[in-house]
């Protein structure tokens, strides 16, 4: 039986928030049914906080505008 090579492992970027700052993580496709812009809308109500969105779909585009509109972008990740 023969053996299978390990993989070399990668470093992972880091994805952490600066200092102690509260982080709103979001998971899943980006339509228009998941109500991703209340979230940027909830970001923008509190204070010093992030927001990361991990996912893609046809409202990207126009939610990385609706968190530049709002005053958030600095705080605001789409991850992909």
């Excluded at 049914?33 to 509190?46: H, P, Q």
């Excluded at 968190?67 to 992909?80: D, H, N, Q």
């Amino acid at each position: 039986v023969g053996r299978r090579a390990r993989p070399t492992p990668v470093q992972a970027p880091r994805c952490t928030p600066p200092g102690a700052a509260p982080l709103i993580l979001a998971l899943g496709r980006l339509p228009e049914n998941k109500a991703f812009e209340v979230l940027l809308k909830g970001g923008a109500r509190a204070p010093n906080t992030y927001v990361w969105i991990a996912g893609e779909g046809a409202l990207r585009k126009q939610l990385e505008e609706q968190a530049g509109v709002l005053g958030i972008k600095p705080g605001v990740r789409f991850l992909g």
